[in-house]
């Protein structure tokens, strides 16, 4: 079992090699192996493939040196398993019987991109090589990400500037947006599937303050059980005790700042039915909050909740291809009705006084704690270190106008 965290490019940028750790058994060249991405579960096998181990080697210093086996706990860099990955992956034996792996967990990042740019090639003729620099770069950055717009634009969101092999025309930098509501649904809203046999309805309404930094920092995490995850919001947040053991997700991913819960009585809804769709309206769910309604940003800090469902009872009737687009319109509908709103990203610190300053004869001394620039809005990073340095020079001039003064 091999955890691969990282995508080196070769020094041509034909190919990638993977760099990870081998957690169990050992790896060798001309080994086959299963490649599982991260969209791989056992219940849907589409993430993986086989491919052939081609070159192994280990890094010492600067140089690479060519080994034919590593054994577990080794960090290795490996040839040819390069193609289906997009950013991290999961190898492990053929031989393996398929029910019983899972993929380690994909990395998780503190930092998102708020910045996007929409390219498009001077030369209409290099477009398909401009999208194969796009999804090379996706690779070799595991914060950024490349996505086709409606209008056919090619946006690139990262935290730094695009390069590219291909002579581009970039559009101004335009910031991310968030979705996001200001009050409760004013009116239950529902949506049925095509064949008209199952119907839901839905309600959306702001979380409570502080609710999705702590969902998105790991203070509170839906692998919790019932209990844990009800005492959690009971104690922290005042939440109905019932209401806290019903939530079914967070989204769009396990750490995403907006809520699923089932507000669903068992007097009116068969429960039975609702739960053999649960699957299928946790994907509705998790797709709207990916792509809100307004302009196909990222929901945020939103609790859903369903308040009536009515579900067939035969298995035919309610598959995952009638109820996902359901549940994502009708998420839509209770975030449409709900007074929405949309998000800017806005560079936010403060500057602190300084707590320290002593004076000597003949000399200033001082000492800053924090320093830093207060902006409102989005600017570059250039921007954000040159007006950084600037308020520095001020500050620091000012301050020793005053030391002399003192002194004096």
């Not at 203070?219 to 806290?244: C, E």
């Not at 309610?318 to 549940?327: L, N």
Request: hydrophobic content about 40%; some cysteine; glycine content about 6%.
């Amino acid at each position: 079992m091999v955890n691969v965290t990282k995508l080196y490019p070769k020094s041509d940028c034909s190919s990638f090699d993977a760099f990870g750790r081998v957690y169990s058994g050992k790896i060798m060249t001309g080994q086959s192996v299963k490649v599982l991405g991260e969209g791989y579960s056992p219940e849907d096998e589409e993430d993986m493939t086989v491919k052939e181990v081609t070159k192994l080697w280990v890094y010492q210093a600067r140089y690479r040196l060519p080994i034919s086996m590593a054994p577990p706990g080794s960090w290795v860099l490996i040839e040819g398993v390069d193609a289906s990955i997009m950013k991290t992956a999961t190898l492990s034996n053929v031989n393996y019987n398929e029910e019983d792996i899972y993929i380690i967990r994909p990395l998780q990042f503190n930092t998102l991109p708020v910045v996007k740019t929409a390219t498009e090639p001077l030369n209409p003729s290099e477009l398909p090589k401009m999208v194969e620099g796009l999804r090379k770069i996706s690779k070799s950055y595991p914060l950024a990400i490349t996505k086709v717009e409606e209008s056919g634009e090619h946006t690139f969101l990262d935290l730094r500037e695009l390069y590219s092999e291909v002579e581009v025309k970039v559009a101004d930098p335009v910031v991310s947006f968030c979705e996001t509501v200001v009050e409760s649904s004013s009116m239950k809203c529902f949506a049925e599937t095509s064949n008209k046999k199952n119907k839901i309805t839905m309600i959306a309404e702001p979380l409570e303050k502080g609710l999705a930094e702590d969902i998105e920092d790991g203070v509170v995490s839906i692998d919790w059980n019932r209990k844990a995850l009800g005492d959690f919001f009971k104690t922290k947040y005042d939440w109905d005790l019932l209401a806290a053991r019903s939530i079914w997700a967070f989204g769009p991913d396990n750490q995403g700042p907006n809520i699923l819960l089932d507000d669903t009585l068992p007097t009116e809804v068969d429960k039975g039915l609702l739960g053999a769709v649960k699957d299928s309206i946790v994907q509705g769910f998790q797709w709207g909050a990916r792509e809100g309604p307004l302009c196909d940003e990222p929901i945020r800090n939103v609790k859903f909740k369903i308040v009536d469902a009515r579900i067939a009872p035969e298995p035919l009737h309610r598959g995952s291809g009638q109820i996902i687009p359901t549940a994502r319109r009708v998420a839509y509908s209770a975030f449409l009705m709900a007074t929405p709103r949309l998000m800017e990203p806005v560079y936010h610190v403060e500057v602190l006084n300084i707590k320290e300053i002593c004076i000597l004869k003949g000399e200033c001394i001082y000492r800053v704690l924090l320093l830093a620039s207060v902006t409102k809005g989005i600017r570059t990073a250039m921007e954000y270190d040159e007006f950084g340095r600037k308020l520095s020079r001020m500050l620091i001039l000012s301050l020793h106008n005053v030391l002399l003064i003192s002194s004096e």
